[in-house]
């Protein structure tokens, strides 16, 4: 009676059993992270979206953003109705109203030939006609095949319609907000599906057989992203916390035995034959295995646990909404974007880049209350294949586009790049900054040119320069910001900071003296994941020996065969 009470044996039966269930899943999991240092789930860039559109023509619009969502009911028809439309200037509470409901962002483009209105609120896209004020119907299937064959260049071949989706498949399961959606195939050496969505019109997705087969082995494997089970989020974000914790489990129990059964003086004999372990065949080259790369497994696994926010572990406040408006000045100003201004603001833009280039698209950003319009000079086609197949090569560096704001009420004032030129004031950031937390002292206030350890990005994607704000309450929080955007782009605090690097810098070894340090960061990564395969493999044979040897005892005698007793020195 008394054995059944050995902490021995309760450490090595939990750790062998554990190591059985969970031992093929380890397995994947090392090899599909590997994978997915070069290889992603396929995308779409934002910037190869622009190259495809159609160029912006406001000559057929006949109403502003206000009388289209009026006329689509997203703001207050009470509100609305007191606006005067010939004065957008004038600020009054109807108006401040009629801008507070229901639009949260605004952008215009085209579809096919004709200019819309995209109305954004929370996930949710309402599409309106700039010509006639109306909804946009749901796509029909011959005008999204003549999207999709945009995002073919070159391609004159067939472009079968391949199925009406109203439920995601193993690729767009992030894009449940854009459903239903034409799914086309095209007969090229690729073999590339191209998703429309019957809702906004767009282009959401393109991938090719190799960014499938990569995404197969890599992201799909690795967050175990199955379409029966990722279609179901609370049952996959269970299945992924449980698995993890008891991978935990595994991972200590089997490195507190390893160290209980080394023997630095070989104090055992294996067929006569001093050992430093007690086992043989593939067990004896786990136990050294799981002594080399214990710790690192053990840390990847509590950082992969980590990942899904698990009970609220590391939980903190993102950036708040009083934080937001201190930049914003409040609600968008639906009422003072005029037609004819919106107009002149894009004429403004597009002779204004460099170079000369297209314009595809505005959208709206506010600033201290007043709204300006934003474009991007569209790459052309030939610029666009920098920014295709984003699923692959995730941590290579791509140009940023060349951007323009103008005001909305005052576009005849020129255009700028930033939040922070003389026309706003030298310390305007700064002061809004002080505004967002304003009962908290400022710390210290500094422009980075570089990443630091908190606010980084391998492919120089995130923008710089930014202002770090760092204040004095009991949370020490920090603020970013942008002065290419005027807004706050990241904030961080101490149980942030925490979890950043028992989450990102366990779990991808980003720590600012390797992360950038390629291809060393390479090498040592990869390194150490071959070693946690190794560990993980060699469990399996004599997993696969148990099971049937035990399944033979279920056989012969009804009970399971005998489990041994843990080996003793």
């Avoid at 710089?464 to 961080?492: C, E, F, H, K, S």
């Avoid at 994941?529 to 035990?550: E, F, K, M, Q």
């Amino acid at each position: 009676m008394m054995h059944w009470l050995d902490w021995r044996r309760w450490l090595v039966y939990t750790h062998r059993w554990l190591g059985i269930v969970g031992g093929v899943l380890f397995v994947a999991w090392f090899f599909s992270g590997v994978v997915m240092m070069y290889a992603r789930m396929p995308g779409m860039a934002n910037e190869e979206r622009l190259a495809r559109a159609t160029a912006l023509d406001l000559a057929t619009a006949t109403v502003s953003p206000l009388e289209a969502a009026r006329a689509a009911l997203l703001i207050d028809d009470d509100a609305a109705s007191q606006i005067d439309l010939t004065r957008p200037g004038t600020e009054t509470t109807a108006q401040k109203r009629a801008a507070e409901i229901s639009v949260e962002r605004v952008r215009v483009g085209m579809l096919g030939n004709r200019p819309v209105y995209r109305f954004g609120a929370g996930r949710n896209e309402t599409m309106v006609f700039a010509d006639t004020a109306t909804l946009v119907e749901p796509i029909e299937r011959a005008e999204a095949e003549a999207i999709a064959r945009r995002f073919a260049p070159g391609y004159t071949g067939l472009v079968r319609y391949d199925g009406y989706l109203t439920e995601p498949d193993q690729w767009t399961l992030q894009a449940r907000g854009l459903m239903p959606m034409h799914r086309f195939a095209l007969d090229d050496a690729d073999d590339t599906r191209v998703y429309v969505s019957a809702q906004s019109g767009d282009v959401v997705l393109r991938t090719t057989w190799r960014e499938r087969l990569w995404g197969y082995l890599g992201p799909v494997t690795h967050w175990v992203y199955f379409t029966p089970l990722r279609r179901n989020g609370s049952l996959w974000s269970e299945f992924i916390i449980w698995s993890s914790l008891i991978g935990c489990v595994m991972c200590v129990t089997g490195l507190v035995w390893g160290l209980w059964r080394y023997s630095p003086r070989s104090r055992f004999r294996l067929k006569r034959v001093p050992s430093q372990s007690p086992y043989s065949g593939m067990l004896k080259w786990h136990h050294y295995a799981g002594l080399l790369f214990g710790v690192i497994t053990t840390t990847w696994t509590y950082s992969g646990l980590l990942s899904m926010g698990p009970f609220n572990w590391f939980s903190s406040p993102g950036i708040t909404a009083t934080q937001r408006d201190a930049f914003t000045g409040g609600p968008l100003r639906l009422d003072l974007l005029t037609l004819d201004r919106l107009r002149s603001a894009a004429v403004q833009i597009e002779t204004s880049f460099e170079g000369g280039g297209s314009l595809k698209e505005l959208e709206v950003t506010q600033f201290r209350g007043q709204p300006y319009w934003l474009g991007y000079r569209a790459p052309s086609t030939e610029e666009a294949v920098q920014w295709m197949h984003a699923g692959l090569l995730p941590r290579a560096q791509r140009p940023r586009l060349e951007h323009r704001y103008v005001s909305a009420v005052e576009p005849e004032a020129g255009t700028f790049a930033r939040f922070d030129e003389p026309r706003f004031g030298e310390d305007t950031l700064l002061e809004l900054a002080r505004a967002a937390m304003p009962d908290v002292a400022v710390d210290n206030a500094s422009w980075l040119n570089e990443y630091d350890a908190h606010y980084y990005d391998l492919r120089g994607a995130r923008p710089l320069p930014v202002l770090r704000v760092q204040y004095a309450d009991a949370n020490r929080t920090w603020l970013y910001v942008d002065p290419a955007r005027g807004a706050i782009v990241q904030r961080t605090d101490d149980t942030r900071r925490l979890r950043r690097w028992l989450y990102q810098g366990l779990h991808s070894l980003d720590f600012p003296a390797l992360y950038y340090q390629r291809p060393l960061w390479d090498i040592v990564v990869i390194g150490l994941s071959i070693g946690g395969l190794a560990l993980s493999a060699t469990t399996l044979l004599p997993a696969w020996r148990r099971l049937r040897r035990n399944a033979r005892g279920i056989v012969r005698t009804g009970a399971p065969g005998r489990i041994s007793e843990p080996v003793k020195s």
